[in-house]
């Protein structure tokens, strides 16, 4: 009975010191920035919202690989109603995105999950110059 005291103690320093990087960040009121992720030029939009490709690109990609290569479907109508053609490299690295480097291995580690193996089938497009995010040729569909 008369440790309480003492437990209760250790208890509240032990807690402090555990969610001390949480109280500390919301103090400092910063965060982890993202990777900066713009659009190249002349691209308006992507083939879903920016909310959606972050929460569940690999879903949309999935679903690419089954309707082109289970039901032979080569176009994917955006929810905009803009279409593109069903091509990892050719359309998402190709036109968008650039370079598997700047973009792709940079969010994934940024989020700190696994990137998968897509390039066992596809062909990366080249690197593009550091710094930038422009669209390069190149890459197996």
Not at 33 to 53: E, F, H, I, K, S
Not at 54 to 80: I, S
Not at 88 to 109: M, N, V, Y
């Amino acid at each position: 009975m008369r440790d309480r005291l003492l437990i209760y103690s250790g208890l509240a320093v032990f807690l402090l010191l555990v969610t001390f990087p949480v109280w500390h960040g919301l103090a400092a009121k910063t965060s982890a920035a993202a990777p900066d992720v713009r659009r190249p030029a002349g691209q308006t939009a992507c083939v879903a919202t920016r909310p959606y490709m972050r929460k569940a690109h690999m879903a949309l990609l999935v679903e690419w690989r089954d309707a082109k290569v289970r039901r032979q479907q080569r176009e994917y109508t955006a929810p905009d109603g803009k279409v593109y053609r069903v091509s990892l490299a050719g359309t998402c690295l190709t036109q968008c995105h650039g370079s598997r480097e700047q973009f792709c291995d940079r969010c994934h580690t940024f989020a700190g999950v696994a990137v998968p193996d897509c390039w066992k089938c596809h062909t990366s497009p080249p690197a593009a110059p550091t710094g930038a995010n422009t669209a390069a040729a190149g890459g197996v569909r």
